[in-house]
């Protein structure tokens, strides 16, 4: 069964630091992978997704993702975090004609 | 639609009353989510259906839960008996597996049990 591990549940970074969010992944095949974002009181966001060809990904807001096959992973970064970022961003994973399992969120706190 | 509808948008029931919840998704998606986020926690999984497929309930809490889904488009949720516990935001979700699968969220059913 495919299955998502955010190993951080919450992270602090300073306005203008870098930014990576683990993702790791378990799924027998070349999945389809997502990255979504929740700001307080609002719904989820598409960020960026994966489905096959360049394994670096291009999002919205400056984010990207790089998928890696060798290390189950599909890691979020940002070059500069804003405050704007503050958020919950969940993983997910998706057969690619089936059902999509997320993970348990990654809060992100930004420091002033 | 333009997008993933659900309704009631708030709801506040008493203790022990059975509540609805609906879900509209997108026109032409097959796939449609349930999932529970209480405040502050991730997304809670209840029932994924997709075509005309048996759903998938391995998600839902107790025999209290129920969903279905007609004509493979507008889903309902049931939750008899209430408790406090249910309290929660209720998001549906869609998407159409055989073309790229993204998911659309809609903006929730905040329901409070009192």
């Known amino acids: 069964a495919q299955s998502v591990t955010q190993p951080d549940i919450h992270i602090t970074v300073s306005e203008g630091a870098s930014l990576e969010l683990r993702c790791n992944y378990s799924y027998g095949a070349t999945p389809y992978l997502f990255w979504y974002v929740q700001s307080p009181g609002q719904g989820l966001q598409l960020l960026l997704k994966y489905f096959s060809g360049d394994t670096l990904v291009q999002g919205i807001k400056g984010f990207e993702a790089e998928f890696k096959r060798s290390q189950s992973s599909f890691n979020l970064r940002k070059p500069s975090v804003h405050w704007s970022d503050a958020a919950e961003y969940f993983c997910a994973v998706g057969a690619p004609a089936g059902k999509s399992t997320f993970g348990d969120g990654t809060t992100l706190t930004v420091k002033p | 639609g333009a997008g993933v509808s659900q309704s009631p948008s708030n709801k506040v029931t008493e203790k022990g009353k059975d509540v609805e919840l609906r879900c509209d998704p997108i026109?032409?998606?097959?796939?449609l989510y349930w999932y529970r986020q209480s405040l502050g926690q991730g997304l809670e999984f209840l029932i994924y259906f997709q075509g005309n497929s048996a759903p998938d309930k391995s998600g839902l809490p107790s025999d209290r839960f129920s969903a279905e889904r007609t004509g493979g488009s507008v889903s309902t949720l049931t939750i008899q008996r209430t408790q406090q516990e249910d309290s929660a935001v209720y998001l549906c979700?869609?998407?159409?597996?055989?073309?790229?699968?993204?998911?659309?969220f809609g903006e929730g059913s905040w329901l409070t049990v009192v």
């Open positions: 026109s032409g998606h097959t796939a």
């Open positions: 979700a869609s998407s159409f597996p055989a073309s790229g699968n993204t998911i659309y």
